[in-house]
C-alpha cells in the first residue's frame, strides 16, 4: 500500500512515537494505532510508521488550553461527581471524545456558566410584573435585553439586563403586582385592582403599576398591621354562634363579608363586617324555624319519592340559590321553595291546553 509520507523524514516508529508523547510502554502506542488516533498511521518492513503530521494533531488537542477534559469541567462547574457532567453534557454543544476522553470546550462552559446566571422568558415575564411571554419575547427581538442569548432553542437573560429594562420602564413611584403583594402580605392584588381598591393602578405595555400611595392608604385602611381589627375563620365562626368555620365560607362566598380579605392565605375578616352580619343575621336557631326545611321536608313538599332529586336541584341546578350547611345538615328557605314551585305552575299564566282553548274561542 502506498503512503504520501516518507518513513525516514515525515513518520515517527512506535518507540519513537511513545518517547516524544511521554507514554511509558509501546503497547499504548500499539492500541492508539489500533484505535485509529493516528489515521494515516502505515505498515512498512513490518514496522508500524506515524505520521509526524498525526502526533502533532494529537499533541494540540492534548495541549489545547480551549479544552479541558470531563474532571476539569466538573470541578469549576462545583460538580462532585463526573456523572452530574455526563447527565448535563447536552449543554455543550461542541463537546467530542478524543481516545474515549470527553473535551469540553471552554467557550462551551462559559456560555453554560452564563445560563446558570440568567433568567428564562418566564421568570422575567413575573419579575416585570406577570406580564405575558409573548411580550418579554418581542422585547428580546427589539433588542431591550441587548445581553440576552438562545440556548438549545430557549432565551437566556442576564439579570443585569432585567434590572435595566425595569428602570426603563418603571413609572416613578410605582410597584409591581409583584412588590405590592409583598408589601401587603395579600396575592389578589389583580382582584383589588378590579375592586378599585387600588384606584389609581394603571396598565402600561400590557404590565399593571400601582402607586406607592394607593398601597400605603389600603393598607391604613384595613389596619392589616393590627391583629386587634380583624378575625379568623375561627374566631368569627365563635363570634357568631356558629359550630364551625365552615359556615363563616359559605357567608364569604356570598359575599356577606364585603371588606374581607386573605393575607398568605389566611382569611381576615374586619370587625365592622362581623358586626355588620350580626345585624342582619341570628345563629343556627333561625335556619331551624318553619322558614326553612330540610332535604327530606322538602322532597315530601314536592312530590319527590327521593331525596336525590332535591339534591340534584340544589347542588347541580341551583335552583335554591339561599339553602346553606347549618352542622351539617341542608337549610332550604321558604322563599326558594316557593319560587321553585311557582317555576313548575304558575298561577297567573296558562299551560299550553288553557292557552289553545283560550284562543279557540
Request: with cysteine.
Amino acid at each position: 500500500m502506498k503512503n504520501s509520507f516518507n518513513s525516514a523524514n515525515d513518520c515517527l516508529d512506535v518507540k519513537q512515537t511513545a518517547q516524544r508523547l511521554n507514554i511509558r510502554s509501546t503497547s499504548t502506542i500499539h492500541k492508539m494505532v489500533q484505535d485509529k488516533k493516528f489515521p494515516n498511521t502505515f505498515k512498512s518492513n513490518n514496522k508500524w510508521w506515524i505520521p509526524i503530521k498525526d502526533i502533532e494533531a494529537y499533541e494540540k488537542v492534548q495541549n489545547d488550553k480551549r479544552l479541558l477534559s470531563a474532571k476539569e469541567a466538573a470541578e469549576r462547574l462545583g460538580y462532585k461527581s463526573l456523572d452530574s457532567l455526563f447527565n448535563n453534557i447536552d449543554n455543550f454543544p461542541n463537546a467530542f471524545k478524543f481516545n474515549g476522553k470527553w473535551k469540553i470546550p471552554l467557550d462551551d462552559l462559559s456560555l453554560y456558566e452564563k445560563k446558570l446566571q440568567c433568567l428564562t422568558v418566564k421568570q422575567v415575564a413575573i419579575e416585570v410584573g406577570n406580564t405575558s411571554l409573548a411580550y418579554i419575547t418581542d422585547m428580546i427581538h427589539k433588542n431591550q435585553f441587548p445581553n440576552a442569548f438562545k440556548l438549545k432553542g430557549r432565551w437566556w437573560i442576564p439579570p443585569e439586563d432585567l434590572e435595566s429594562f425595569k428602570k426603563s420602564i418603571r413609572p416613578e413611584g410605582y410597584l409591581t403586582t409583584r412588590e405590592t403583594a409583598k408589601e401587603l402580605g395579600y396575592t389578589g392584588i389583580i382582584r383589588l385592582i378590579q375592586e378599585k381598591k387600588l384606584p389609581n393602578a394603571i396598565k402600561i405595555n400590557n404590565v399593571w403599576w400601582i402607586p406607592i400611595g394607593d398601597v400605603k392608604t389600603f393598607k391604613i385602611s384595613k389596619n392589616i398591621d393590627t391583629k386587634e381589627n380583624f378575625m379568623n375563620l375561627k374566631e368569627a365562626a365563635k363570634e357568631l354562634g356558629y359550630k364551625s368555620s365552615a359556615n363563616i365560607m359559605y357567608y364569604l362566598k356570598k359575599n356577606k363579608f364585603p371588606n374581607a380579605f386573605t393575607v398568605k392565605g389566611h382569611w381576615k375578616i374586619p370587625i365592622e363586617d362581623i358586626e355588620a352580619f350580626r345585624k342582619l343575621f341570628t345563629p343556627d336557631d333561625k335556619y331551624f324555624s318553619d322558614k326553612y326545611y330540610s332535604i327530606k321536608e322538602v322532597t315530601k313538599r314536592l312530590g319527590y319519592n327521593s331525596t336525590t332529586s332535591v339534591l340534584n336541584l340544589l347542588k347541580k341546578e341551583n335552583k335554591f340559590p339561599n339553602a346553606l350547611m347549618v352542622n351539617k345538615e341542608w337549610r332550604i328557605p321558604i322563599e326558594d321553595i316557593k319560587k321553585y314551585e311557582f317555576s313548575l305552575n304558575p298561577t297567573d299564566c296558562l299551560n299550553m291546553e288553557e292557552t289553545k282553548k283560550r284562543n279557540w274561542m
